[in-house]
């Protein structure tokens, strides 16, 4: 578990960001939180860039880990940042925090919060080549971001996506508004690569899911909180047959969710993130689990360490 500590530090939250190459995106989201005077701790990979200056010229404390996969890099940040605030908030360098959310976080008091209550979910507006994707499924979003400190984990069985969890109790805050805009993907052949390899790391989380190598942490729950919903949905997708579910996916977030409604940019962006990414992931699954009937002694591919080319992760 997270260092449990008492915390000492007498300000609300504080602040951890992970960073590879976000010269872009950074200055952005440090500035949003500036008001607020948090304390700011960055985990950066191995930057070649202006990132770790623009950390420090924000007061932000900054370390260095080796990156294997997001769920690990917010385990070690967990676990490595002495924070002395009674909560955290982990963030993602490419998002930003609105003026509503900014709001209810100035606003914030420890002592308001009852007691049973671990963690909060913000809300995220996804943008995508300049547009906000309203439509699809894709808004409202709820992401457990905010948690108290020593109590939040990183969820370690997810394999290319990353989590928090909390036990306990959690609450939405509708309108805290969380905004998410990765510029880096306004180029179509980064967004490319960057999922033709994190496709690799879910196609082998998915063979997992669907053999019982790998089971989810949150409880399925149709009517449960957003993860436990997200959970339930999973649990039915693993089971919908190969190369089917990604057409039966982008006719429900185009059509069924409005998706259509987003534009050119929602056009290329559900048939992107909603059929061409899961049917790459099909097909790398048909193709390792091919490989493993005509080589009955291959081992799982989750017995072996998960790697992402960090030069396109983010």
């Known amino acids: 578990m997270p260092n449990q500590q ?50 420090q010229k924000y007061g932000a404390i900054t370390a260095h880990h080796d990156f294997v996969n997001h769920p690990r890099q917010w385990d070690f940040a967990l676990h ?106 306004n180029e179509i052949e980064f967004w490319i690569a960057k999922h033709n390899r994190y496709s690799t790391l879910q196609a082998q989380e998915e063979i997992g899911r669907k053999n019982g190598w790998l089971k989810q942490t949150t409880e399925a729950r149709m009517n449960g909180d957003p993860d436990q919903k997200t959970a339930w949905l999973k649990a039915i997708w693993w089971k919908a047959p190969l190369f089917l579910r990604p057409f039966a996916y982008f006719i429900w977030r185009y059509f069924f969710r409005l998706g259509f409604l987003d534009g050119k940019q929602g056009l290329i962006f559900h048939f992107l993130q909603a059929f061409w990414y899961r049917l790459v992931i099909d097909i790398k699954m048909d193709e390792i689990q091919n490989k493993k009937a005509a080589h009955p002694s291959m081992s799982s591919p989750m017995t072996h360490k998960s790697t992402i080319d960090v030069h396109t992760r983010h």
């Open 6 to 55: 008492p915390p000492t530090d007498k300000r609300q939250f504080s602040f951890i960001v992970l960073t590879y190459n976000e010269e872009q995106h950074l200055p952005r989201l440090l500035a949003s939180i500036a008001p607020l005077q948090a304390p700011v701790f960055v985990l950066d990979s191995g930057s070649t860039d202006g990132t770790l200056g623009i950390a």
């Open 80 to 185: 490595h940042f002495p924070v002395a605030t009674p909560w955290t908030i982990g963030l993602d360098a490419d998002q930003t925090v609105t003026p509503e959310l900014l709001a209810l976080l100035q606003n914030f008091s420890d002592d308001a919060v009852p007691a049973h209550v671990n963690g909060i979910y913000f809300n995220r507006k996804n943008y995508f080549k300049g547009r906000w994707i309203k439509h699809g499924g894709y808004f409202p979003k709820y992401l457990l971001k905010m948690f108290r400190t020593g109590v939040g984990h990183s969820d370690l069985s997810q394999n290319m996506d990353h989590r928090f969890v909390v036990p306990g109790e959690t609450v939405v805050w509708e309108k805290g508004y969380l905004l998410e805009e990765n510029l880096k993907e």
